[in-house]
């Protein structure tokens, strides 16, 4: 504003002009918020990580997506170690089958790795 005030009456106003870059840490300060929020579990926790001051419905769109994102994140994570268990279980079935022996050669640690691989559980081994 007052750049365009001195060129309009004559003086080099733009010299005085200059490019307000976005820092990075103000992001990160709204994301601190945001997580503060997601895991503020009362009013008064609310109170004291908005310093008093409003909330805005922006804060409540981002927090509950925040926590459903955590909840898919840790579903997938719980998938994901499923998975693997049961590609290791696989593998050490198709071991067991490998070997070529008869069911009466095979000793109780090849049988319950079988059974394994077929999804029977342990407790009805």
Excluded at 28 to 36: E, V
Excluded at 62 to 90: F, S
Excluded at 102 to 122: I, R, S
Aim: with cysteine; charged share 30%.
């Amino acid at each position: 504003m007052s750049c365009h005030f001195l060129s309009r009456n004559g003086y080099d106003g733009l010299a005085l002009q200059v490019e307000i870059k976005k820092s990075k840490q103000s992001t990160d300060i709204k994301n601190n918020r945001i997580n503060f929020f997601a895991e503020a579990k009362s009013h008064g926790q609310l109170f004291h990580d908005t310093c008093g001051s409003h909330l805005t419905s922006d804060n409540f769109f981002k927090e509950l997506e925040m926590t459903v994102l955590a909840k898919q994140g840790r579903r997938l994570e719980d998938d994901k170690k499923r998975r693997l268990q049961l590609e290791k279980n696989e593998a050490e079935g198709k071991e067991v089958l490998a070997m070529n022996n008869l069911m009466e050669q095979l000793n109780a640690t090849d049988l319950e790795k079988l059974l394994l691989w077929h999804n029977v559980p342990k407790k009805e081994l």
